[in-house]
């Protein structure tokens, strides 16, 4: 790996760790191996949003050309997100994209991660699945997202209701992932995710 | 034939002339065309649809550049900022003056600059004062000169005037990792996060301090320039450096200095009378293929099983599958099992006798309309073959225009080339003429079009086998004549067939089936 991004992402490391969101615990950063190339990153979910109170992994891969390229940065913990995809956790997020600057950091980036939990962008989705129901039934939106939060992440808010659909998909045999995933998308309404598994 | 003609400033009405080579600035025009106002048509007033002259100019990659500052230096006559910026913002503005004094007029300088991301030179310079966009760590340290993108402490830091400052190590890496991996050159920003403001070429060159990245930039900022830039077209011929510059845009033929003819529209070979969008289609229609595609699905059908592809080779409907792991045995008709056909055949012709009644209609369409796109095809083909086979004709001339030179002198003896150049042409011609025809709906017009095209045809085989067989030294001055009077008649048809069409497509005769 070239010299530069090692010694820049050295000093990163200082600088994140020193940072005032450390010491409030909302983002964070390990080493996975001693090559510096691959990061574990930590975001909490921001208050007053459906992801309050969890805690979301990040994988972060350091190109060789960094910083003048982006880091590839994907979310590890499932989350029900317009702009993250449910499936692969793979983000759409302009300065991981075109709109990269040499001048950026890890923490900008996970700080900027931060900011998309809380103001999503529909109209720019990843999923467009979950896109169209942040547009169209917003509150079920919502449920969803404090449910997969509580199942994922870590969050505060259970939802007996859903929990009891899962667990009836898991009686058919379905894999609890799988049959999360399913009813999301099918606004948990218990009959089309069935049928949707069995058709 | 026409690359000679020099014209003088006001001729091609445009002021930029270059100032270090003139003689070098060719102005081309289209003169072979000069005899369409010679027609004289006995039933018909002069014809309104003049070929008029199409002035261009070829210009050298250096020229491109020097084309470039004089463009800058005219609209700082009126601005009065340094040229990187006027280049900059000319580069926004796709190097269009008009809209760019406009806008300058329009808007607020403060807009005027921020929309093109340059930094307002007007501005008070307190802005301008270099800091380090890493001085921002929550050290608590007094600043100190971090630079912000390798996070080391530097002596010295450079930047635009945005006041951004990188140190040079990682400015000549940033400026090297755009140009060359990324292909950017006018759209290269300061690295510094959420800022807009762009590289100019002085700050590119002091920055990047390397001649191949500097050399790969000019190579891009001179190719957007040609691009972005409606007046201008790369010469398509491979490996060719020059461009051609025309004073107002149209589909019009133009000719390289490197001797190769194309549209300025679109770029493909000079095409007329067929028009960009009509050819663009024909050759699209050819290169897919989709023809093939066609008689497969008409001839071919798949078996029910293993969906091999099958073309019935006899009358016989019960098919038995090649396939050796098939062999399903099926009925052509309906594509059921054979099986029960032994003993209800008459049902399956009774149920399938309104669908066979369609399936034969469509078939007797699709049959029409591939023998007419094959009628045409094959004219079009035709043509570009035997021009193919002309280019060898050049040669053959050239031996003879040389044994000619016993008995006449060199000027003499130039009129075999060029009857050779005119059957060349025409040969171009007549293959675009049946792309046009192909598109176009019968109506009294194509009928004369059509008219024109077999009189210019005929011509142009007479010519060819003039050129081709009867040409001997004993017979020289009979043949001369001879070649000269057929290259005259057929460049008069030439020119009958293309007014007659351009008056078309003027007075909207022209009916296009889509």
């Known amino acids: 790996m070239a010299n530069m991004a090692v010694s820049r992402i050295k000093r990163e490391f200082k600088e994140v760790m020193r940072s005032e969101e450390i010491v409030q615990c909302s983002i964070k950063i390990e080493l996975i191996n001693d090559s510096w190339t691959e990061l574990r990153g930590e975001i909490a979910g921001p208050p007053d949003t459906p992801y309050e109170g969890g805690k ?50 890890l923490r900008t980036v996970l700080l900027s991660l931060q900011a998309l939990l809380a103001a999503a962008e529909p109209d720019d989705p990843q999923d467009a699945v979950v896109a169209y129901q942040f547009k169209d039934k917003h509150d079920l939106f919502l449920l969803t997202a404090r449910h997969w939060t509580n199942a994922y992440a870590g969050g505060p808010h259970t939802f007996p209701d859903c929990d009891s659909k899962i667990q009836r998909l898991k009686d058919m045999g379905i894999d609890e992932h799988d049959a999360r995933a399913v009813l999301s998308k099918e606004n948990w309404n218990l009959e089309k995710a069935t049928e949707c598994l069995f058709s | 034939m026409n690359s000679d003609d020099e014209y003088s400033d006001e001729d091609h009405g ?59 230096d005219e609209v700082n006559n009126v601005l009065h900022l340094s040229p990187q910026v006027t280049r900059i913002i000319l580069n926004h503005y796709k190097w269009d003056k008009e809209t760019l004094f406009e806008r300058y007029f329009e808007s607020s300088p403060q807009e005027f600059f921020h929309r093109a991301h340059v930094v307002n030179p007007f501005a008070t310079p307190s802005k301008h004062s270099l800091k380090s966009s890493a001085t921002t760590t929550t050290t608590g340290k ?44 006018h759209s290269i920003t300061c690295p510094a996060a959420d800022c807009d403001i762009l590289v100019d070429d002085v700050s590119f060159v002091r920055l990047a301090d390397d001649a191949e990245v500097t050399a790969r930039y000019q190579q891009l900022i001179t190719n957007t320039f040609v691009e972005c830039n409606s007046l201008m077209r790369w010469c398509p011929a491979p490996s060719c450096t020059h461009a051609i510059k025309v004073s107002y845009c149209e589909p019009r033929a133009v000719r390289c200095s490197c001797g190769h003819e194309f549209c300025f529209g679109c770029g493909e070979n000079w095409h007329e009378p067929v028009s960009c969008s009509w050819l663009k ?57 054979w099986e029960p056909h032994g003993s209800s055949w008459y049902s399956c012709n009774r149920y399938d006798e309104e669908e066979g009644k369609q399936a034969r209609q469509a078939q007797e369409r ?23 086979m002309e280019h060898k004709l050049y040669a053959n001339v050239q031996a003879k225009m040389t044994d000619m030179q016993e008995n006449m002198s060199w000027i003499e003896v130039q009129f075999l080339k060029e009857a050779v150049d005119v059957l060349c042409q025409c040969r171009a011609t007549l293959m675009y003429s049946y792309v046009f025809a192909f598109y176009l709906r019968n109506n009294n017009q194509k009928i004369i079009f059509e008219d024109n095209q077999r009189d210019m045809e005929m011509a142009t085989e007479k010519i060819s086998e003039c050129l081709e067989r009867e040409i001997t030294v004993q017979n020289l001055y009979e043949v001369k004549q001879k070649v000269l009077d057929l290259s005259h008649y057929c460049r008069k048809r030439r020119t009958v067939l293309l007014v007659h069409v351009r008056e078309g497509y003027e007075k909207d005769w022209w009916d296009f089936i889509e």
Not at chain 1, 56 to 84: A, C, D, G, Q, S
Not at chain 2, 16 to 40: F, G, H, K, Q, W
Not at chain 2, 288 to 296: A, F, K
Not at chain 2, 317 to 335: E, T
Request: net charge neutral; charged share 25%; hydrophobic share 30%.
């Open chain 1, 56 to 105: 979301f992994v990040l994988e972060i891969k350091v190109p060789e050309t960094y910083p003048f390229n982006p880091p590839k940065v994907r979310f590890m913990t499932r989350i029900w997100h317009p702009n993250i995809s449910s499936v692969t956790g793979a983000i759409c997020l302009d300065i991981l994209k075109d709109n990269w600057a040499a001048a950026m950091t």
């Open chain 2, 142 to 185: 007094p600043r100190e000169q971090l630079c912000g993108i390798c996070y080391c402490p530097c002596e010295e830091l450079k930047g635009l005037a945005c006041g951004h400052a990188f140190c040079a190590a990682c400015w000549k890496q940033y400026l090297a990792n755009k140009t060359c991996s990324e292909g950017l050159a």
């Open chain 2, 281 to 337: 289609r024909w050759l699209k229609k050819n290169n897919e293929d989709s023809e093939t595609s066609n008689w497969i699905a008409q001839h071919t059908k798949e078996c029910p099983k293993c969906n091999v592809t099958i073309e019935k080779d006899g009358g016989c409907n019960h098919m038995v599958c090649k396939n050796p792991s098939c062999r399903y045995d099926f009925c052509w008709v309906c594509l059921g099992s």
């Open chain 2, 14 to 72: 445009d002021s930029y002339r270059l100032a270090n080579s003139p003689s070098s600035y060719m102005t081309c025009v289209e003169s072979d065309e000069d005899t369409c106002t010679e027609i004289d048509l006995p039933e018909r007033p002069k014809r309104p649809i003049e070929i008029d002259e199409f002035a261009y100019t070829v210009l050298t990659a250096d020229q491109i550049v020097q084309h470039q500052r004089n463009i800058i």
């Open chain 2, 366 to 388: 699709y049959r029409s309309s591939m023998a007419r796109y094959l009628h045409y095809y094959n004219r079009y083909m035709n043509h570009m073959l035997s021009m193919r």
